[in-house]
């Protein structure tokens, strides 16, 4: 890209390397809408077996895993993606971190005003990875209102495609309260990861921006 005279090399780079992984990983996410969708329609036939078998948990679990079998059903598909995307996410993570921390990486993308920034892996880990922001000096940011402005725009943008994509592929409403409890805990996970967002290099944060439109 750089060769190419491609503005914002790096941050298109990031955007290619997620459009490659999602297409690798399709088989993946396609088995795991596929079994989200088969869970749902089975959720009938599990609550009848949770009253049937309610004081015998260990039959209830031997009948609820035949019953996923008979349906060819695997309750665990939904985690293969993350699975298979998490040493990607790690490497990125490091890559993008290492060669904050030896300067090597300057190159902003539009409005960014570096992928290092707006923290690094360094800071991070003496504890000090929002320094960038908090505390405030004489009214203002450490790295002033306009580059902690540019830098806040992807956390936020973050967090809104977290919740958009979590509301496609969440189960709809049931009567099960332990399935609403975990949805209402999942509600929460959106600001989790943009409070995580805060204390890594924009780069990452693009990475997983863009992975959610996908």
Known sequence: LEGANVPYSYGFSIILLTVLVKVLTFPLS????????AMQT???RIKELQKQYAYDKERLQMETARLYQDAGVNPLAGCLP???????????YRALTNVADEGLLTDGFFWIPSLAGPTSLAAREGGSGLAWL?????GAPPTGWA????????PVLLVVSQYVS????????SDDP?????????KFLPLMIGWFSLNVPSGLTLYWFTNNVL
């Open 42 to 44: 089975l959720q009938p």
């Open 134 to 138: 908090l505390p405030l000096q004489d």
């Open 178 to 186: 332990s399935q609403d409890q975990a949805n209402a805990i999942l």
């Open 82 to 92: 993350t699975l298979a995307t998490l040493p990607v996410w790690i490497g990125l």
């Open 166 to 173: 979590q509301a496609i592929i969440s189960p709809p409403k």
């Open 147 to 154: 580059d902690a402005g540019a830098y806040l725009v992807m």
């Open 30 to 37: 396609k088995q795991q809408v596929e079994s989200t969708m």
